[in-house]
């Protein structure tokens, strides 16, 4: 079965790190992109992080210097790290896995041509 389990959501302090995996079945994980999304309830979903078969990744301006997405392709799991966290990071987020065709660049699009499947979705709420 096709499924893209996330975890590690929860309640984080501002200033300090927020850390989510996603662990993927039902697809030969090293051929595919991977990536995160983020939506805020009225707010247009967001692509946050991509990293492609190759390992390059790809970041949204608004996390880009303060965040690490990475794959273990032998475990089929996807994390990501969001360092110097601000109340602007709160939002659920969805990991995602592209089309086997489609690079960071399409799956940041968002569309149904470029990802495969979503995650559920994991709740990050920045508060003291």
């Known amino acids: 079965d096709v499924q893209l389990q996330a975890s590690g959501g929860g309640l984080v302090q501002p200033g300090k790190s927020l850390r989510l995996s996603c662990a993927v079945s039902?697809?030969?994980?090293?051929?595919?992109?991977v990536g995160w999304f983020r939506q805020v309830p009225g707010k247009e979903r967001e692509a946050v992080a991509c990293i492609n078969r190759g390992a390059s990744a790809l970041y949204a301006d608004s996390v880009k210097g303060r965040s690490t997405i990475s794959r273990d392709n032998a475990k089929n799991t996807l994390t990501l790290q969001v360092n110097n966290t601000t109340h602007e990071d709160t939002a659920v987020y969805y990991c995602?896995?592209?089309?086997?065709?489609?690079?960071?660049?399409?799956?940041?699009?968002?569309?149904?041509?470029?990802?495969?499947?979503w995650g559920q979705g994991t709740q990050v709420t920045v508060s003291s």
């Open positions: 995602v896995i592209g089309h086997r065709n489609r690079g960071c660049l399409w799956v940041f699009r968002g569309t149904s041509q470029d990802i495969a499947d």
């Open positions: 039902g697809f030969t994980f090293a051929d595919h992109s």
